[in-house]
Structures are given as structure tokens and as C-alpha cells.
């Protein structure tokens, strides 16, 4: 069951127009929701990022947020969705291809849900990454369709036999392919700062949250490839990898090698925010 164009069809019932500047440019928002037991998680954060997208790209949301709620409500009923994600995207509209934007064009919102259950293997024992360069625009912070280099350092993480990559801008880590990063030293969680280098992650939030209630230190500042590679415990964090130990990368172990008791602890503490 799909969203697509103000009504509710079969995935192929949907006649996607090759005006869509979504296809021609990437011209376009999107928000991936996580639903355990048939609910959303922090739903309201998502679509808080989601209208941030939308104002900062110049996309006027085809819905008010309470229709966008209602959209959700039904797919995730419709589809009976128990452990999945819900894919949102809204594009520019439709309209011959040219790169300033369209008189008349209507944004264009598809939705869908999936079946994706948790990752509990990585969870329990870990993945590894390569490093490279953060080649991406200014603007990371936008959860915008324009993944291309996303998608590159992703396929080489496979190329490599890993399952992601650190980005780095001239040294300083900034996130993933397709998650946030954090690292323990001493006791103490370093993560990027939530600036225009990086994307806001839900979960990233959640976590700082869950570390704040633990009473461990965190330092959102800048730190470098060298310090990850002198850390005693890192981890991924994102909708769907929640928080995923990192326990190697370019080919160097990450403290012991193997999940730290930090990254452990808030795992657990993690679970608990969306079970019943
Ligand atoms: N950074 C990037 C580049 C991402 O694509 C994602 C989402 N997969 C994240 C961070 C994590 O964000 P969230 O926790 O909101 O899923």
C-alpha cells in the first residue's frame, strides 16, 4: 500500500511522471520512520526535521501536518506493519526540465512502509568501516534526495567487504554514509556538533538523552580520524541500525575489538524507549 498524489494505492497503480524533479535533479526531501509494534517512534521529531527540510529548500509541504499524520496513521494500519520503517518523500513537483523552480508545480509526496526487522546481529558483535573524505556539500544537514555521494562511499564500504564509511572533512570525523558516529575516551561520548556537517539523527538525540540520564560526560566537538583511532569504544547510530557497535576501522581494531561496555549499556537503555 502506498501513499502517492493524495490517495492510498497499490505500489502498481503508480504512474510516476519523468517530469518528477525528483528524477531530473534530486529535487526533493525525505524522512525514513521507524515503527516497532505497529507504532511510530518519535514520530513528532521526524516531522519536525521533515518541515525543517522542506523550509530550508524552499518546498512548501503539499499537507498540513496533521493530513501528514493521518497519512501515517493509516499506511502503518493498512499495511500492518508490527517492526518496519515508513519512507516518506516529497519532490518539487512536475514540470519540464529546467533548474529554477516550476510556476505551477504541486509537490509530489510519496509513502510507503516496510517490513525491515532489527539488526541484531551487527548489534551484538559489531561492523567495520573504512574512512574517506566528507565530499559532500555544505548543506548535510537537510535530509534531502540528493544522496550520490552517500551512495558512492556506501558502495565502497562493499567494495572494501565493510559495512560503512567514516566520513572526514581534512581530518575531522563527521558521520557516516548513512548514520551518525560516536566514540568513548575515557570514559567520555564525543560526537560531531549538530551543525550544517552533519545530519541531525533522531537516534543521535535519543542517545545524548539516554547518556545525560546515565550521567555520562558528552562533548559534541570536533575530533579527529587520529583520536577514532585511539578510541575505546564507537558506535553508529540511525533509524534503522539504532546503535550499532563499530569495532574496526581501515583495518585497525577500535579498543578491544569487540562492543564496549558504554556502547552496551546504552543499547539496553535504548531498548527500553520503545518497548511495550
Ligand atoms: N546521517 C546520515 C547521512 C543518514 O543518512 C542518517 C539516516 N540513515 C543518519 C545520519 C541517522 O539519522 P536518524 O537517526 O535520524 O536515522
Known amino acids: 500500500m502506498y501513499f502517492y498524489k493524495d490517495s492510498f494505492v497499490e505500489k502498481t497503480d503508480r504512474m510516476i ?7 531530473y535533479f534530486g529535487d ?3 524522512e525514513v520512520f521507524r515503527i516497532y509494534h505497529g507504532k511510530v517512534y518519535e514520530q513528532e521529531a521526524h516531522l519536525v526535521r521533515l518541515v525543517r527540510s522542506a523550509k530550508d529548500v524552499r518546498i512548501e509541504l503539499p499537507y498540513s501536518l496533521e493530513q501528514i499524520r493521518e497519512i501515517i496513521t493509516t499506511l502503518v494500519k493498512k499495511s500492518r506493519i508490527s517492526e518496519g520503517t515508513l519512507y516518506m518523500q516529497i519532490t518539487r513537483g512536475e514540470a519540464p526540465r529546467a533548474h529554477s523552480f516550476p510556476q505551477n508545480g504541486k509537490p509530489v509526496m510519496t509513502a510507503y512502509c516496510t517490513d525491515v526487522p532489527r539488526p541484531t546481529d551487527a548489534m551484538d558483535n559489531g561492523i567495520r568501516a573504512i574512512s ?11 535530509k534531502t534526495l540528493n544522496l550520490l555521494p552517500n551512495v558512492l562511499s556506501k ?3 562493499v567494495d572494501h567487504g565493510v559495512q560503512e564509511v567514516v566520513l572526514h572533512r581534512g581530518g575531522i570525523v563527521t558521520e557516516c554514509s548513512a548514520s551518525n558516529l560516536m ?30 540520564a546515565l550521567k555520562l560526560e558528552v ?10 583511532y585511539q578510541a575505546d569504544e564507537a558506535f553508529i547510530t540511525g533509524t534503522t541500525v539504532e546503535i550499532t557497535p563499530l569495532v574496526e ?11 564496549g561496555t558504554i556502547t552496551k549499556q546504552l543499547q539496553q537503555q535504548f531498548e527500553r524507549t520503545f518497548s511495550k
Not at 196 to 208: D, E, F, K, P, W
Not at 219 to 228: A, G, I, N, Y
Not at 251 to 259: E, F, L, R, W, Y
Open 17 to 23: 511522471s519523468p517530469d518528477d524533479r525528483g528524477y
Open 28 to 30: 526533493g526531501i525525505y
Open 132 to 142: 574517506q573524505d566528507d565530499i559532500r556539500w555544505l548543506r548535510c544537514d537537510l
Open 155 to 157: 558502495q565502497a564500504a
Open 183 to 212: 566514540m568513548v575516551k575515557n570514559q567520555i561520548l564525543h560526537t560531531h556538533p549538530a551543525n550544517h556537517l552533519i545530519l541531525h539523527g533522531i537516534t543521535r538525540m535519543v542517545v545524548l538523552r539516554l547518556a545525560h
Open 219 to 228: 562533548r559534541e566537538e570536533p575530533f579527529t580520524l587520529e583520536d577514532l
Open 249 to 259: 576501522i581501515d583495518n585497525k581494531p577500535i579498543g578491544s575489538g569487540i562492543p
